[in-house]
């Protein structure tokens, strides 16, 4: 039922258009699907960076970092994923704010395409800001220009744009006077936290796509919660966009990291086995 129409690759980032009519048909900025690669596979929830109504498709940018986006980054054109379940959460927030700041950096910079396009069309300023280590890892930056008034750049090199993150995008930005009236990040839980930061002294509304560890993605697990000004909130039902100055940093970088070690040796003990089917 959800066959892959589209499969490519830019460095470790796999795009992937899949045949989903009725989620193409309602899904809005901002919202993600949980998708199984085969009945046994884990529920991994992933936001989706666009969709064609007319093609029923909808395309999903992932990261390859783990046994169940290496089960996905496998595939290939006219294989069929198990499952895919959404919409799900909310959608953003999208109103004519003023001049709109997007931060994008991984899966974000796929994530954040549908929130620049909605709030272009809602007579916004749209400035987005990507980041990656490196130049050649930029993708989907055609799409994120044509819904952008300016797409700046910000890589660990310095291969292109601004040598550094997101974050100092931004801060060079307001210390030169730039009006900032809304800014939404979406990427790595660090890249949200300092985003957030930055913008904090200067009151800027500030909205963040949160990424914890979820399962069932309809609140009923609560392997998702986060604290948000001293609230408990769950991502898949209450997000996955909040206030980021309002986020429990500390408390979301310790539940997520709860794993880290078991999900690296199996990772591992996983990949070299698919190294040594391929030899």
């Known amino acids: 039922m959800y066959e892959l129409m589209e499969k490519s690759e830019i460095f470790n980032v796999h795009k992937m ?29 992933l936001t989706v960076s666009d969709w064609n109504t007319d093609a029923g498709t909808i395309t999903l940018y992932i990261l390859e970092v783990g046994i169940s986006t290496l089960e996905l980054a496998r595939m290939k054109m006219g294989d069929s994923l198990y499952a895919v379940t959404g919409p799900l959460g909310n959608p953003s927030e999208i109103k004519n704010y003023g001049t709109v700041v997007l931060g994008g950096g991984c899966y974000g910079i796929g994530g954040i395409y549908p929130i620049a396009h909605a709030c272009k069309e809602t007579g916004n300023k749209v400035i987005s800001i990507i980041e990656a280590r490196y130049s050649f890892m930029f993708y989907h930056e055609k799409e994120l220009h044509a819904v952008s008034d300016q797409v700046l750049y910000a890589t660990s090199d310095g291969s292109k744009g601004k040598k550094g993150k997101v974050e100092d995008v931004i801060r060079e930005m307001l210390e030169k006077g730039v009006k900032i009236d809304h800014a939404f990040f979406m990427g790595c839980t660090q890249m949200l936290e300092r985003c957030s930061e930055v913008t904090r002294p200067y009151a800027i509304p500030t ?42 940093w500390q408390e979301l970088n310790q539940r997520k990291s709860a794993y880290a070690e078991r999900e690296t040796v199996v990772y591992q003990s996983y990949s070299h086995g698919c190294m040594a089917e391929r030899t």
């Open 17 to 45: 258009v899949i045949k989903a009519p009725e989620i193409a048909d309602s899904i809005k900025a901002g919202q993600f699907v949980i998708v199984m690669g085969n009945k046994y596979s884990e529920r991994i929830p």
């Open 207 to 248: 909205t963040v796509a949160l990424n914890s560890i979820m399962l069932d993605g309809t609140g009923m697990c609560g392997a998702c919660r986060v604290s948000v000004g001293g609230q408990t909130k769950f991502t898949c039902v209450d997000g996955p966009e909040f206030d980021g100055h309002k986020v429990d």
